[in-house]
Antibody, heavy 120, light 110 residues
């Protein structure tokens, strides 16, 4: 059973860069058939897809965030990461990393989520 | 891409059935049979309940079913149970390797 765990600072200052890492166990980010995703949830709000990476190669971003987002993968550590630049209070959210099964276009496994607050 | 439209709330008594809608466009819900539904309990991560419009992952009770007509998908929960009280989100493929989620529907079991 794959497990995903987010890690990173819980507090980021406005205009700075948010950086999170997802450590995957029980599965390989190099395996075919899966995208490795970042999804966020603003407090009390719905889910927002940020983007995903495939086999540390192909990367796809939500067009509304594309100018500020970078997703990367480190197969040696079986981790993938999120960087979001020029953050504002509107980026305060719970950030989830997740595994997305390509064939069925569904997110089958989720991390527990980590709250990132943007505040000075 | 815009978020899919869901009613903010739905409710039903134990044993009853309730249907939650998810409205999109021909560029997402209407264009692909890749609608998923997720259940989220407070403080927990979402859980996949339905994929490809109407398929259930192993372990999801048969009380949960999905359907689609045109640009609108639906999730029906039959024989409501107390543990079904949660927020439900729909998601759809939106082309060009993009995904879009709905705003969520809080299901209350009366």
């Amino acid at each position: 059973q794959v497990q995903l765990q987010e890690s990173g600072p819980g507090l980021v200052k406005p205009s700075q860069t948010l950086s999170l890492t997802c450590t995957v166990s029980g599965g390989s980010i190099s395996s075919s058939g899966y995208y490795w995703s970042w999804i966020r949830q603003h407090p009390g709000k719905g889910l927002e897809w940020i983007g995903y990476i495939y086999n540390s190669g192909s990367i796809y971003y939500n067009p509304s965030l594309k100018s500020r987002v970078t997703i990367s993968g480190d197969t040696s550590k079986n981790q993938f990461s999120l960087r979001l630049t020029s953050v504002t209070a509107a980026d305060t959210a719970v950030y989830y990393c997740a595994r997305h099964e390509i064939d069925i276009v569904a997110t089958t496994d989720w991390g527990q989520g980590t709250l990132v607050t943007v505040s000075s | 891409q815009s978020a899919l439209t869901q009613p903010p709330s739905a409710s039903g008594s134990p044993g009853q059935s309730v249907t939650i809608s998810c409205s999109g466009t021909s560029s997402d819900v209407g264009g692909y049979n890749y609608v998923s539904w997720y259940q989220q309990h407070p403080g927990k991560a979402p859980k996949l309940m339905i994929y490809e419009v109407l398929k259930r992952p192993s372990g999801v009770p048969g009380r949960f079913s999905g359907s689609k007509s045109g640009n609108t998908a639906s999730l029906t929960v039959s024989g409501l149970q107390a543990e079904d009280e949660a927020v439900y989100y729909c998601s759809s493929y939106a082309g060009s390797n993009n995904l879009v989620f709905g705003g969520g529907t809080k299901l209350t079991v009366l």
